[in-house]
């Protein structure tokens, strides 16, 4: 084997390796996030102190809040009610999210609130 092959197949070897760890660095972070609500997201409603995302998928409506600052144990709600129905409520002290919620909608409209602290929202009945 002459030097050119050599040279060749040392530095393949060492592209093969260095690509391989660069994968191996790169593959935790690009993983996808683990989906919270099931189908397409309708709403973001945002408001000072979190944002509130609300997801259809066929007759069912689901919504969960997040804080603008994740991390900090606080009261945090979410709230979706099918119009003659009561709301379907979660509320307590986290620190990432409160939720996910989902009722049967069906065809009526729903109402989706949420608030993180001092800060809430409300969408108004959503048909």
Known sequence: MDMGALRRRVALGTAVLTTSGLLALAAPGTAQAAVVCPGHEVETLPFSTGTVHVFRRGDYVCAYTVPKK???????????????????????????????????????????KGSVGGGSVSSGWMC
Do not use: E
């Open 70 to 112: 994740a991390g900090v144990r606080r009261t945090m709600s979410v709230s979706v009610q099918a119009r003659g129905n009561r709301p379907v409520v979660d509320r307590g002290r986290y620190t990432r999210r409160a939720g996910p919620v989902t009722v049967h909608a069906g065809h009526r409209c729903v109402l989706v």
